[in-house]
Nanobody, 116 residues
């Protein structure tokens, strides 16, 4: 079992920045892949960023160059730095962990709203 708790969401103006945090209940050394996903109203949940235990990262074109995922193993936390935010980035952002056994765990989500 892995519990994930996201924080850092909120209201930000277009062009602004936010940093999301995802705190895990166990050592993320044991979690090979962690990622951030988002879901906007009426849309499917989509990948925003993913990072492996080896530090390999992956981003879709929609956020590449604007978002950065990182992990701090000492704090069992994964971060998502979001810069140059746009209205279309508005969504609930979820943290996900994929274990060695292939099990998936999700956090409760944090709302990000980009609006002037």
């Amino acid at each position: 079992q892995v519990q994930l708790v996201e924080s850092g969401g909120g209201l930000v103006q277009p062009g602004g920045s936010l940093r999301l945090s995802c705190a895990a209940s166990k050592s993320i050394f044991t979690i090979p892949t962690m990622g951030w996903y988002r879901q906007a109203p009426g849309k499917e949940r989509e990948l925003v960023a993913r990072i492996t235990s080896g530090g390999t990262t992956e981003y879709p074109d929609s956020v590449k160059g604007r978002f950065t995922i990182s992990r701090d193993s000492a704090k069992n936390t994964v971060y998502l730095q979001m810069n140059s935010l746009k209205a279309e980035d508005t969504a609930v952002y979820y943290c996900r962990a994929r274990t060695l056994a292939g099990l998936l765990y999700w956090g409760q989500g944090t709302q990000v709203t980009v609006s002037s």
